[in-house]
């Protein structure tokens, strides 16, 4: 069996348990959340594998006419009281498992740019980062390296893709269940 039909099955595997552990905790965060903006779901368009474009689903965490930019370019005023602590205990990509389920991403692999994003685009393109699905989490996610250095990234996701094992998929994981890395940053 190969690799990726192995990394499926993980990512179906995980994903599917993950979505019935935390039910209780997704419907909570959703009312919350409803009741704060009036709209507790964010979707927001993607650049996933062979730059095919998906919605990308998570918990909002910012006032609902934030601009759609990438995460380290929004000001951090415009972040709820709530989306605050989603954000702080990484609850809000929660609904980003079921763009796990439906095949659009992995678990594991690198973050979804935006459509918009065009120099992170161009280098992603350049050392074929889009050969493989986008993932919640990977290396650059548990290094801290975010989209605001699109070279660096790109460098941590080739290095990742390149040297790629099973043992690196459950590390990943593991490391970002446990607060490893800060994901990305948000300006003041």
């Not at 009312?31 to 993607?46: A, D, H, M, N, Y």
């Not at 992170?120 to 250095?149: C, N, W, Y």
């Amino acid at each position: 069996m190969s690799l990726n039909r192995i990394i499926r099955i993980y990512d179906l595997t995980i994903s599917l348990f993950l979505v019935f552990a935390f039910s209780p905790i997704l419907l909570i965060i959703y009312f919350i959340c409803f009741l704060e903006s009036g709209k507790p779901l964010f979707v927001q368009k993607r650049v996933g594998k062979n730059k095919k474009i998906f919605n990308l689903v998570k918990f909002r965490s910012m006032h609902f006419k934030t601009p759609s930019l990438a995460s380290h370019l929004v000001d951090k005023k415009l972040i709820t009281r709530f989306g605050r602590v989603i954000r702080l205990l990484k609850l809000d990509e929660l609904p980003q498992l079921f763009n796990v389920i439906k095949g659009e991403m992995s678990l594991v692999g690198p973050r979804p740019c935006l459509p918009n994003q065009t120099e992170l685009i161009k280098e992603r393109q350049i050392h074929s980062i889009f050969s493989v699905k986008p993932g919640i989490t990977g290396l650059a996610q548990v290094k801290g390296i975010d989209m605001a250095d699109p070279k660096k990234l790109v460098e941590v996701e080739n290095y990742m893709i390149s040297n790629f094992r099973q043992i690196y998929y459950f590390k990943y994981l593991f490391l970002t269940f446990y607060g490893k890395g800060i994901g990305e940053s948000i300006n003041n």
